[in-house]
Each structure stands twice: as C-alpha cells, then as structure tokens.
C-alpha cells in the first residue's frame, strides 16, 4: 500500500514536499515513480527513481526545481518541489512497481547503457492515492 501525503495550496514561487509511504514491502527493490495529472491533461510522469541504484529521472518541465529522495529506514520516497508555479497545479501520486517484473524498462537498462527516462514509464502496478497541489498565481 502506498499513502502520499503534502499537497495543499501555495503561491507561485513557493515550496512543498510530498511524502510516499509504503507498507507491505520495502522500497529496496523498487522503482518509485510521482506522477499528476491535471484537469483535461493525461497524467504525466514527474519524477522516477530506481531505489537500489539511486538512478532518477525528472521531467523537463521540474527539473532544476523539484528533487526527490528516498529514506529506505522510513520506507518513504519525498518530492521536493521548489519554485512552484500555476501549471504545476494537479493531483499528484506516488506508484511502486518491483524491479524485476518491469520488462518494458530492463530492454532500456542494459549494461552500462541506462535511459532513466524508462523509469517514469506509466506502467506501474501500484499505485496510491492522489494529493492536490495547487498553486495560485
């Protein structure tokens, strides 16, 4: 089970952390995605992160501004997310999926050849509930 938490109503140019729980199993095997979605737009994937090897990928539109970390002991992945603007208004989840069974990534992570972009694929088996952001201008 996946519980994230953070979201509430900020100003443009302001700062939240969103926090992602699991229970049930332990983030060490795992990929670890944030995705949102907003209002009419697909849901897109903001921040990816391949927990054993530390491998995280950003979408263009947050990099620079949102950083995301994982504390295995707390088996909590955070998104930190500076700078925030309007359009980063949406409602925003945490997913899990287990390493091995990501066959979509394992074609792109071979050897020293690593497309971490692969990592924010939206076939994540399991998913949380959402949290809104929203961002005021």
């Known amino acids: 089970q996946l519980q994230a938490s953070g979201g509430g109503l900020v100003q443009t140019g302001g700062s939240l952390r969103l926090s992602c729980t699991a229970s049930g199993f332990t983030f060490d095997d795992y990929d670890i995605g944030w995705f949102r979605q907003a209002p009419g737009k697909e849901r897109e994937g903001v921040s990816c992160?391949?927990?054993?090897?530390?491998?995280?990928y950003y979408a263009g539109s947050v990099k620079g501004r949102f950083t995301s970390s994982s504390h295995n002991a707390e088996n909590t992945l955070y998104l930190q997310m500076n700078s925030l603007k309007p359009e980063d208004t949406a409602v925003y989840y945490c997913?899990?999926?287990?390493?091995?069974?990501?066959?979509?990534?394992?074609?792109?992570?071979?050897?020293?050849?690593?497309?971490?972009?692969?990592?924010?694929?939206?076939?994540?088996?399991?998913w949380g509930q959402g949290t809104q952001v929203t961002v005021s201008s």
């Open positions: 992160i391949r927990v054993s090897e530390g491998s995280t």
């Open positions: 997913a899990a999926d287990w390493v091995g069974t990501r066959r979509d990534v394992a074609a792109d992570w071979v050897g020293t050849r690593r497309d971490v972009s692969a990592l924010c694929r939206d076939t994540y088996a399991y």
